[in-house]
């Protein structure tokens, strides 16, 4: 079992930054891939970020990428993501996950924290 933690999320206008964080407890957790995924109200849920479990392997999606940046911390069990830039079709609840394998599939992970929400306002 993998416990998973999100923080950081908030309201921030248009533009402005935020650092969302996931605290990792359990099992290894450098073993996981990691992803970041979003779900605004009536959308599926996206992919936003994907590493796997070196951190050396990361995909961004193309609505965040050059905006966003995704580091872990194995040492710490923590899995971060700075957003920068942020724009009002950012405004989502965003989760952690953990999976086996790198994968953009929500399906293929395993364990989810409960989300952070972030809302940019315009």
């Known amino acids: 079992q993998v416990q998973l933690v999100e923080s950081g999320g908030g309201l921030v206008q248009a533009g402005g930054p935020l650092r969302l964080s996931c605290a990792a407890s359990?099992?290894?957790?450098?073993?996981?891939?990691m992803g970041w995924f979003r779900q605004a109200p009536g959308k599926e849920r996206e992919i936003v970020v994907a590493?796997?479990?070196?951190?050396?392997?990361?995909y961004y999606a193309d609505s965040v990428r050059g905006r966003f940046t995704n580091s872990r911390d194995n040492a710490q069990n923590t899995v971060y993501l700075q957003m920068n830039s942020l724009k009002p079709e950012d405004t989502a609840r965003y989760y952690c996950?953990?999976?086996?394998?790198?994968?953009?599939?929500?399906?293929?992970?395993?364990?989810w924290g409960q989300g952070t929400q972030v809302t940019v306002s315009s």
């Open positions: 996950a953990a999976a086996p394998v790198f994968s953009l599939a929500p399906g293929d992970y395993s364990y």
């Open positions: 590493t796997d479990w070196s951190g050396i392997s990361t």
């Open positions: 359990g099992r290894t957790f450098s073993a996981y891939a």
